[in-house]
């Protein structure tokens, strides 16, 4: 029976682990939005982890929905992240970037003013966006037409081709957290009619496109897909979110991607219900699981059966080493929230290691 600590084939890629580093945005890319040393450091510091899945980067220019995010759409672009993945493979890792689209969560503050896109004309209630201008409520997005749809997954498409150049070992789709192919997934955000709305089979259109899109570039077995369907991360909800929850799973199985990873709760507590179960019923590929594991949980959900391997956030932020830690039963370093989106090593770099 694999534990937490057994390797795990992960379609091409063999990992040495089930200990998965979750994707985690810091904002340390500067108003270029192109990784530097430091971030190169900061990856390869928990090249241990049995895969990095790389924070959200912006597949297409203008879609900034950050401040300081990292992009993957141009030549400088990849030039950047090859010091990272050269960093990383140095250090024995592997590698997934993670593209991804801000959709409505953009702001034209950070984008030249550039009014941000979404699936129907609502806008995100209850919170700001960090701008150089000061925090900002979001705006109403414009809505994409059925025409403009190609240009989006030929973005995803571009991305994908750069992530390759750059030298990772696969990427993952960005599906979760209320940003676009999110906002296109669930009734809440999705008022459209035709193609890419009404049905929960064509409000994942679009996402099943990028996914094809990306699988063309790389193989199926080098792509993952995170999602997310009872978060309600930028005020996204959906009427039925175990029903989309186990009928995506379904629907996802003819891509045969390496991996499925999926955030099992909401962070703000408006939703509930155990969507891990229905997934788990419907989707025969490897699954990860995201959000408040313990080690303990996360091996016994591995022994069990109900997951192949677990990604951790805040808990690797803090621990370089923490699948030592996890083994050794180690004391876990406190995460320093005051820095997690400042700029330099400060809370970024310095966290220590076992001794």
Request: aromatic share 8%; glycine share 10%.
């Amino acid at each position: 029976m694999p534990d937490l600590f057994s390797p795990l084939q992960l379609g091409a890629v063999k990992a040495p682990n089930r200990v998965f580093m979750a994707p985690l945005t810091r904002c340390r890319a500067g108003e270029s939005h192109i990784p530097d040393e430091l971030m190169a450091e900061h990856y390869a510091q928990r090249a241990s982890a049995g895969l990095l899945i790389a924070e959200a980067t912006m597949a297409m220019a203008g879609n900034s929905a950050f401040w300081k995010e990292p992009g993957i759409y141009s030549e400088a672009h990849v030039a950047g992240w090859q010091k990272v993945t050269s960093a990383v493979h140095d250090a024995g890792g592997r590698i997934f970037l993670q593209v991804w689209h801000g959709g409505r969560a953009c702001h034209p503050a950070l984008n030249g003013g550039k009014q941000p896109v979404g699936p129907s004309p609502i806008a995100i209630r209850g919170d700001e966006v960090h701008t150089p201008e000061g925090k900002k409520p979001y705006v109403v997005p414009r809505v994409l037409a059925d025409e403009e749809i190609p240009e989006i997954v030929a973005g995803f498409r571009m991305a994908a081709e750069n992530a390759k150049a750059a030298g990772f070992d696969g990427i993952e789709v960005h599906g979760a957290n209320g940003y676009l192919l999110d906002q296109f997934l669930r009734d809440g955000t999705n008022r459209r009619e035709g193609a890419y709305g009404g049905s929960r089979e064509n409000r994942a259109r679009l996402l099943f496109e990028v996914l094809t899109a990306c699988c063309e570039v790389w193989g199926s077995d080098r792509v993952g897909l995170r999602i997310s369907p009872l978060n309600s991360y930028n005020d996204i909800i959906d009427s039925d979110p175990i029903g989309l929850a186990g009928g995506l799973a379904s629907h996802l199985n003819a891509f045969n991607l390496a991996y499925l990873h999926v955030m099992r709760a909401d962070f703000f507590g408006k939703q509930s219900g155990d969507v891990m179960t229905p997934i788990r019923e419907n989707y025969h590929g490897t699954l990860i699981g995201n959000m408040g594991y313990t080690a303990d949980e996360a091996d016994a959900a591995i022994q069990g059966g109900k997951l192949d391997a677990v990604a951790f956030g805040t808990a690797f932020l803090a621990n370089p080493d923490l699948p030592a830690r996890f083994k050794a039963r180690a004391p876990l370093n406190a995460p320093d929230p005051a820095t997690f989106y400042t700029p330099g090593p400060k809370g970024y770099t310095d966290y220590p290691c076992l001794s």
